[in-house]
């Protein structure tokens, strides 16, 4: 990552072409944090097409906090796709060590734990900020201006979708973890939870928006 650009700094074709290639960096954790940011830009655009119209000015305070609160998590999750390109190149910078003598494979067991620690602890925190995302898409989706409410049904959809797809790279890593790591202990309970409320918030933002859809 430290010679190529930034993720948020290349096309959308240059992204999906580094995507679809060999290359495992970046990957679905990558993918995932970025599909959260977009889930974001989406409520963020939902509140600005709603605030300062008189046929919402009741909600002006909402919409205004929702949208601060979504841009401040587009720029995170932007970070987090970042951090987990990084966090593989880690890993398979680690696993590239040299493991001839024992000072070099205790060096080598000692990076790899690392890298692995993070490569699990990133998609972690992309989860639970993608579920803040989905949270403020089912805030917005009953007040926000009725024309883009469908905007804020791919929000929740995208933001439903990261944290999901991040939570699969939390599985995948967790076994690479020493038996006694924090992470490896606390991560099932975690997920669980995630998952549950990301169905919960999920459906309740899908209904608001498909009450608002309806023939009136």
Do not use: C, F, Q, W
């Not at 990957?27 to 046929?55: D, H, N, Q, W, Y």
């Not at 680690?94 to 790899?112: F, H, V």
């Not at 992470?183 to 995630?194: D, F, Q, T």
Request: proline residues 6%.
């Amino acid at each position: 990552m430290s010679d190529s650009p930034r993720l948020s700094h290349l096309t959308v074709n240059a992204l999906l072409d580094r995507l679809a290639s060999s290359d495992p960096v970046p990957g679905g954790g990558s993918a995932a944090a970025l599909a959260g940011a977009m889930g974001a830009g989406l409520v963020a655009m939902v509140a600005e097409l709603t605030a300062g119209r008189p046929e919402y000015a009741e909600h002006d305070g909402t919409v205004t906090e929702l949208k601060a609160a979504a841009l401040a998590r587009k720029g995170l999750l932007l970070t987090l796709a970042e951090e987990d390109a990084s966090a593989y190149e880690a890993v398979v910078s680690a696993r590239r060590l040299p493991k001839d003598s024992e000072p070099e494979r205790e060096a080598r067991a000692t990076a790899l734990r690392g890298a692995m620690v993070e490569a699990a602890r990133v998609p972690m925190r992309t989860a639970v900020v993608a579920g803040e995302v989905l949270e403020l898409a089912e805030r917005i989706a009953p007040i926000g201006n009725r024309n883009a409410v469908s905007d804020a049904g791919v929000a929740a959809r995208l933001s439903a979708a990261a944290l999901r797809g991040a939570l699969l790279n939390v599985r995948i890593n967790l076994p690479y973890l020493p038996a006694d790591e924090p992470l490896r202990l606390s991560a099932p309970a975690e997920i669980a939870r995630l998952e549950a409320a990301a169905t919960e918030h999920e459906r309740a933002a899908l209904d608001a928006v498909d009450a608002r859809l309806a023939p009136s």
